[in-house]
């Protein structure tokens, strides 16, 4: 065991052992009570806490790479559901029948050589509420696994470009990621370790529904495909309305930053299909990626002709998302996604230098809440957040050039 003295505030830890007092603040519950005075850490939940810090501070694979029309697709994700015969669904099983069967997969997965050496590999009621949240904003779990304990668990390779949960509303929901648009590949990867897994656990399979699902929607191929876009130029222009509606006509899901029921913040939306029966993989990911190309189009030209129209108006955004984020003391999540999503646009627009991008991607998820605490290795109210947010921000952002608007300025009249 490790002891590790704490005052009675638990956000200023004793000189002594700051890291790991600090750390375990960040990571390990069930000690924080107002008042304590010596602490008693596990040591490998210590361990898996420094572990967990250091591997968040660097950007998953998916975030780093170029999968081609980077500029208006940030990512793409293959799921697939499935499920092991003789099991129930999760929200049907018992407790002690749900840790049978991560007992039965977790190795299982583990195990494939995607998985070796994984950069998590473990069960929920092991991660903390923080934990689970920083999970939630690398999308490597859902909302849905994060409020499960007992009877759940997760796999991710060491790229975090593969995501299994165990016991989500599924027995598996096996995720892989590509930067940018590579749906073919993302779904190479998936199909690669369905058929391997499959192998080894054999999945509950109807010769006439397809892959049996907990939820009907599900059912079939058991396969969701999305793409994060981000479309600055379409909600500027009062277009997205229109996109959303004629997604929707065709069977697609137009969600926000972390799916169902969240806001598009940072003007970044989540496109997938809805139904997963009565189409091939093939035909499900065509048709994806051929509308999600047709509104990188359409962001394309309402750039454009912004650009044309209202130079100023751009040029104004640009600058001051630009002046905000590299002077400011204090921002909001919500306000320094939105300021990071038009300094993005300036970036595409030429404004700023293209190797500015990545740097700008990775912000968009090192300020999230979580993150944040991770990156500072403390607890932090709301209000420590917003300010160290905002550190975090000036520093990232030192090296970055001032916004060049020459181009934008020879089409500046006085006409609004």
Known sequence: MLWVKCRANPRKPQATNNLAGRLARAFLSGFLATGVELCIIDRESLQKAVKLQELFKNPSEWLRGDGGNNRVVICCRVRLARNVTGFAFPGWARKTERERLLEHVLPVVASHSEMKDPAICDTMDHFSALEKQVLVEEHLVSRELAGRNTGSGLVVNRPRSVSIMINEEDHLRLQAFKAGLQLQAAWELADRLDSDLDEKLEFAFSSHLGYLTACPTNVGTGLRASAMLHLPGLVLSDQIGQIVKAANRIGLA????????????????????????????????????????????HEENARQKLVQERPRYIADQVSRAYAILTHAYTLSSKEALNLLSILRLGVDLGIFPENGRQLIDECFIQTQPAHLQVIYAQRLNAEERDALRADLLRNRLAGFPPPDTTKLQAGFSFEC
């Open 254 to 297: 137009v969600r926000g930053l972390y799916g169902e029921g969240t806001e598009a913040l940072g003007n970044l939306f989540q496109l997938s299909n809805q139904m997963t029966l009565g189409e091939s993989e093939e035909e499900i990911l065509g048709r994806l990626d051929k509308v999600i190309r047709q509104i990188v189009e």
